[in-house]
């Protein structure tokens, strides 16, 4: 259980393009997911907390206008990244937490993916 | 907000048990304490998570001494593909704030 699919696992695009990353919850509930950037050799950024049925909320330094975050349904949060650059090229990682209380927020994440703007 | 503190890197051998032990000084009542496990070019992997005393699961066992002030992610009789990336991640069980804020994370290395 608790499987959170990302979709799609690598892309490449040219610059100035947009790209649509999705993330599902395959088997629960999520009413919170949140997106994260990790460079190499670094650890995992939190870019935003996306909540279902209303607007994500972006950590500090993060354009909100640049990486829009959807999250139209208890099992489902896009990220699109607007306008690509070069320099926006990383490794994508979403992650959802369960609806139940139970799970004391542990968080079940996606495969990642990987953004290579040319 | 309470920050975490682990070892950049470790090595051990196959088939060796470790240890990896997690600061968290500031750690508050309502926190609990989740590891992660993450290989290259993959999301993490949640591990065990634990509030006091001793939990264990097929994976590892997670030690936390009474003051909680520190926790010790203990993995038996390593492979070689135990080798990865572990996180120590402190927060609160029913708030998500806190939760989210990964640290360094300690470099696993298992040789042969």
Known sequence: GAVVSQHPSWVICKSGTSVKIECRSLDFQATTMFWYRQFPKQSLMLMATSNEGSKATYEQGVEKDKFLINHASLTLSTLTVTSAHPEDSSFYICSARARAVLAKNIQYFGAGTRLSVL | ?112
């Open chain 2, 1 to 112: 907000l309470a920050k975490t503190t682990q070892p950049i890197s470790m090595d051990s051998y196959e088939g060796q048990e470790v240890n990896i032990t997690c600061s968290h000084n500031n750690i508050a009542t309502n926190d609990y304490i989740t590891w992660y496990q993450q290989f290259p070019s993959q999301g993490p992997r949640f591990i065990i998570q634990g509030y006091k005393t001793k939990v264990t699961n097929e994976v590892a066992s997670l030690f936390i001494p009474a003051d909680r002030k520190s926790s010790t992610l203990s993995l038996p009789r390593v492979s070689l593909s135990d080798t990865a990336v572990y996180y120590c991640l402190v927060g609160d069980g029913n708030n998500a704030g806190n939760m989210l804020t990964f640290g360094g994370g300690t470099r696993l290395m298992v040789k042969p």
